[in-house]
């Protein structure tokens, strides 16, 4: 098996022997009964280069567990929440080591349940059927398919850690820890779909860590963190990406790093836009109740029936507007609150938790100067380390031993955002979108997409979407098609890269029952491109850590999962037409007027090559991500007023 390359071994751990103090009187005392002697130093990191050393053994590792209370009583039974935390550190924290933490909080480990889903076949305008088509049980969009296999086992200290941290961090002087969020696994409490209460269940690992919270052993002990710095980082993938956000704007002292991997930064922008209902990409049906009824996993199966009842009818699958359930959700406006330097990394082509999470992140970060850094790769909702295997640990130790060790080792002069471009190399870059983007608006023209505006010439659909997906709706752009419009340029003389926010500006019309505009924005030409998913490299596994029973230490690496078609949908965007001024409230809509309608479509970064046309196709319902209103709607769009901007990089 290949093994990374061990980082230069300077120094070893520093264990003082105990003195020894002979007192020779020449007989004229008696010897002492008890020879005293006085302990040595405690315990310290190897650091080399600016780096920790692997010099702790992950199979003499101690586990710990322990319960500890929140500040918020979920399940209304009169006592507060606890969460339950599985913690491994180096033995060496017996002896008076103290370590740092990095934590894994997540609703998985407990094991996951299939729900079935929403309706999504409407009957009437805007009103869901009494009746449907329910969707089949399945698991939703942010659980992890493993966790519905999940053992009981795992729930136990002996049991192996899923991941990577604790054969690489653990070694090297870190202790490592998985919480099970509310609701969930051994905790108590109701899951929630991101509410406060989940929050503050995870943030109550932090403060356990730093004294401020209680906590006890499986024997109703008290339990504290005697070993502890008090310095903590989150991360993840999916909700366990998510939560390390939610935590961090509490503000809460102690947690020094988070590295949210494909988080939600805004639950608002995972089940809605622009006031309308918007599934997960590949989840029709689910919305914050089904994830939350999927993740309840504790013993006590019936306390959190009404809760999870209440977010049934809060979360309001009719309107789609923003409302009080929805803030409570927003971590994005807390951002001037988060003191925890962010590593975050999402993925193009992830649609499930959509780019627009990362990218609203990102720029509130940078409002607010929090220290970050940024990694977007081709790949979907997928982890990207083994993807990069050694560029990623390398980069994510240094961020652990700089912010949570306080190592000088070049942390934050280093490149702040580096993009994964189509043929896999990497670009490093100071900003995103990068420094030099300009907008850039082409008319949608009778004749195609243009600088200057055509005609103004009304141009219709007839909405299909409830039978046909939009890949089969871009198909063939030049051919006449009564359910789409579809506006191209010509072939490009040289290529186009975009970066950022792609917005569409329409004269349009609806009538019908259909509040939907969907646009889409289109990469025409035949070529080989990364779409979601990845693929296992058959090749050795690599040997990142140290193994132990049941984990290795060791994974394959993966490499992109690659597509040749004629075109790509490469960003999207949604808008109910009801909510044209504001996702808060609805404005009555005329049918037939015609209005001035504007929304974003996702964020990407994505080159258009030369030769390659770029097109916009709108449509109305969009099969699997809207809600599906009867066929038939009539949208019409007023040419030469209505256009696309899109930020352009140099």
Not at 183 to 206: F, H, W, Y
Not at 497 to 503: D, T
Not at 618 to 627: F, M, P, W
Request: aromatic content about 8%; some cysteine.
């Amino acid at each position: 098996m290949a093994r990374l390359p061990a980082s230069p071994r300077t120094g070893v751990l520093r264990r003082a022997a105990a003195p020894v103090l002979a007192l020779c009187l020449l007989g004229v005392l008696p010897a002492p009964a008890a020879a005293r002697v006085a302990p040595g130093p405690a315990p310290s990191l190897s650091v080399a280069n600016g780096r920790t050393e692997p010099v702790f053994s992950r199979a003499d590792a101690v586990s710990q567990l322990v319960d500890i209370e929140t500040e918020a009583d979920s399940d209304e039974d009169g006592r507060r929440d606890t969460v339950r935390m599985r913690i491994l550190r180096p033995k060496e924290t017996g002896d008076g080591l103290k370590v740092a933490t990095i934590i894994e909080a997540s609703p998985y480990w407990g094991g996951g349940n299939e729900v079935p889903f929403h309706p999504v076949d409407l009957a009437e305008d805007g009103l869901p059927p009494t009746r449907g088509t329910a969707a089949e049980s399945r698991l939703p969009g942010l659980v992890d398919p493993s966790a519905s296999a999940a053992s009981p086992a795992q729930s136990e200290r002996s049991a192996p850690f899923p991941g990577y941290n604790d054969n690489y961090f653990l070694p090297r002087g870190y202790a490592v820890a998985q919480l099970d969020s509310v609701g969930t696994g051994g905790s108590t409490g109701c899951p929630s779909s991101g509410g406060r209460a989940e929050t503050l269940g995870a943030k109550a690992a932090v403060d356990w860590l730093n004294g401020r919270a209680r906590g006890w052993d499986p024997d109703g002990r008290p339990s504290r963190a005697s070993w502890s710095t008090g310095d903590a980082a989150m991360m993840g993938i999916s909700y366990n990406g998510t939560l390390p956000t939610a935590v961090a704007a509490t503000g809460v002292e102690g947690l020094k790093a988070i590295v949210p991997i494909s988080g939600i930064s805004s639950w608002y922008d995972y089940y809605r836009a622009n006031g309308g209902v918007v599934a997960p990409g590949g989840y029709q049906g689910e919305d914050a109740d089904i994830l939350a009824k999927s993740v309840y996993s504790r013993a006590d199966r019936e306390i959190c029936r009404p809760v999870l009842d209440r977010l049934t009818a809060e979360q309001d699958r009719r309107t789609g507007d923003w409302s009080r359930f929805w803030a409570e959700r927003d971590y994005l406006k807390d951002a001037r609150r988060i003191r925890a330097a962010v590593f975050a990394v999402h993925g193009g082509n992830d649609w499930n938790v959509k780019t627009q999470h990362v990218g609203r992140l990102w720029e509130a970060l940078g409002k607010h100067e929090v220290p970050r850094r940024l990694w977007l790769h081709q790949a979907g909702h997928n982890n990207p380390m083994p993807l990069r295997m050694e560029e990623w640990l390398g980069q994510l130790h240094q961020w652990f031993d700089h912010w949570l060790y306080d190592l000088d080792n070049g942390a934050p002069e280093a490149a702040r955002v580096e993009v994964e471009q189509a043929d896999f190399s990497w670009r490093r870059q100071s900003d995103w979108p990068a420094r030099g983007t300009r907008d850039l608006t082409l008319r949608l023209n009778p004749a195609g997409l243009g600088a200057r505006p055509g005609p103004a010439v009304e141009h219709s659909l007839t909405d299909a979407g409830r039978t046909v997906r939009a890949e089969a709706l871009v198909a063939d752009p030049g051919a006449a098609h009564p359910n789409r419009l579809a506006y191209t340029t010509g072939p490009l003389t040289e290529e186009l890269r975009v970066n950022g926010v792609p917005r569409v500006s329409l004269r349009s019309s609806l009538d019908g029952a259909s509040p939907y505009v969907t646009a889409l924005l289109v990469d025409y030409g035949r070529d080989t491109r990364a779409v979601a998913g990845t693929v296992p490299d058959a090749s050795a596994p690599v040997c990142y850590g140290q193994g132990v029973p049941g984990d290795t230490g060791c994974a394959h690496r993966t490499r992109h999962r690659t597509e040749t078609a004629d075109f790509k949908i490469v960003s999207r965007g949604w808008l109910d037409v009801r909510n044209r001024r504001s996702a808060a409230r609805e404005s009555r809509v005329e049918e037939g007027r015609e209005y001035r309608l504007r929304f974003g479509m996702q964020p990407q970064e994505y080159v258009f090559k030369k030769g390659h046309r770029l097109g916009v196709v709108l449509i109305s319902t969009d099969h699997d991500y809207t809600l599906r209103h009867p066929a038939g709607t009539r949208l019409t769009v007023r040419t030469g007023v209505s256009g696309v901007t899109l930020p352009v990089a140099p």
